[in-house]
């Protein structure tokens, strides 16, 4: 991590369980007992902590365009996650209406003062918005399993 200066991270699938089954529990988060942590998670924050880098956690959640949850409630969420993994992201993005994250992304590294999208780690559970995210130019994995992904930038250093 030596060189990246912004790590920005997906939720659904890379920080708590996700289903692409509408019928599951876990398709839409719409309260803080849907939110299921996956395993290690905890232990790749404690790790993430040690590296000197602004967080942004870039989530989409097309449940409050569909009213089944306000931004007040989903912010709710979110701080309930936060004290589950004992950290506490420079900010929360989201996007509630399109499929792709490459806005969102944009205005990250424009609020965050981005000149080199090099020196920017996107990681997330989604080969699609890994290969949007890449025509920015930023870093990217592919990944489902934060804890084995932080854990080999932590041996690197």
């Known amino acids: 991590m030596n060189n990246i200066k912004l ?18 529990p876990y398709y839409y988060i719409l309260n803080k007992g ?3 942590l996956l395993p290690n998670v905890v232990e790749a ?5 040690d590296f000197s880098v602004v967080t942004a956690l870039a989530t ?11 931004y007040s409630e989903l912010g709710e969420i979110h701080e309930y996650m936060e004290s589950l993994i004992d950290f506490k992201f420079d900010s929360i993005c989201i ?6 994250k490459l806005d969102m992304l944009s205005v990250i590294l424009y609020r965050y003062r981005i000149r ?5 780690l996107f990681i997330d559970d989604s080969k699609y918005q890994c ?4 025509k920015l130019g930023i870093n990217v994995i592919y990944t489902n399993d934060l804890y084995e992904t ?5 041996n690197e250093e």
């Open 116 to 120: 080199d999208p090099k020196h920017v």
């Open 131 to 134: 290969e949007e995210a890449a």
């Open 95 to 100: 996007e509630k209406e399109k499929d792709s």
């Open 150 to 154: 932080i854990k080999r930038f932590k």
């Open 7 to 24: 790590l920005i991270l997906d939720r659904d699938g890379l920080i708590n369980q996700n289903s692409s089954d509408p019928e599951s």
């Open 45 to 49: 924050f404690s790790l993430i902590k």
């Open 34 to 36: 849907d939110f299921n």
């Open 60 to 70: 989409k959640q097309k449940c409050i365009s569909k009213g089944l949850l306000t």
